[in-house]
């Protein structure tokens, strides 16, 4: 729609001139309409990936991946320290620019997808009996054939990334491989404490409750 409303120059496309465009459009009111309409969409999808982030942080804290005090909640049910450590995470990618941030979200985006083919496989071998919401009927060979041309796709896009995106990315990857190791050498010394819900379902779809649950006597007549 822009393109159409002014003659295309594509030395003046840059990051935003969008805001420029609608001054010429509209005047000085629509140019800060739309800065207006841009800051507070971007802020909603900076809040609404930080809560996603943060439950999730919550969630692997319920199933004793994570410290207890992750699973900790405001009086509101928001996961407070999850949002603190999801914020501060933020505050230390402000020092790269926001095509550098792209780029090594891409880049930690696609190697998790690598990740979870890797998962889709071994679940498929480990577990598969668990109950899904549909299953895939190719058996485990044709799952792995699937996930083989997606992945080159992927490996592709990586080794188009930038020195520093790399840097960045692999150095993210390596701490996240020592955490869950680091975690459990905690847990065993006994520093932090973890503990599992027991109203969530493993694997088989049971609840871990069930378990621990004594079995009155049947009384017949």
């Not at 393109?3 to 800060?32: C, E, M, Q």
């Not at 207006?36 to 802020?43: G, T, V």
């Not at 969630?59 to 005090?69: I, V, Y």
């Not at 949002?83 to 792209?102: D, R």
């Amino acid at each position: 729609m822009g393109t159409g409303a002014v003659p295309v120059n594509r030395g003046l496309w840059t990051d935003g001139y969008f805001s420029d465009l609608a001054k010429i459009l509209g005047g000085v009111w629509l140019r800060w309409w739309i800065q207006a309409a841009a800051a507070m969409s971007n802020m909603g999808m900076f809040v609404a990936e930080m809560s996603s982030d943060s439950f999730q942080l919550l969630g692997m804290a319920e199933r004793g991946m994570l410290p207890e005090f992750f699973a900790q909640r405001s009086r509101y049910g928001t996961p407070l320290i999850g949002i603190l450590f999801s914020a501060s995470g933020v505050v230390l990618l402000s020092w790269l620019s926001f095509q550098e941030i792209v780029a090594a979200e891409n880049f930690l985006y696609c190697f998790g997808m690598i990740l979870e083919f890797i998962a889709f496989v071994w679940l498929r071998v480990k577990h598969p009996n668990a109950p899904r919401p549909y299953k895939i009927p190719v058996g485990t060979v044709g799952a792995t054939l699937m996930c083989i041309p997606p992945t080159i796709l992927i490996c592709v896009v990586l080794a188009l990334s930038s020195l520093k995106v790399f840097v960045v990315s692999i150095g993210a990857i390596a701490i996240g491989f020592m955490i869950n190791p680091l975690l459990k050498h905690v847990e065993k010394k006994g520093w932090l404490k973890f503990s599992t819900s027991n109203e969530l379902p493993d694997l088989n779809g049971t609840h871990r409750e069930s378990d621990s649950l004594i079995q009155e006597p049947v009384l017949r007549t």
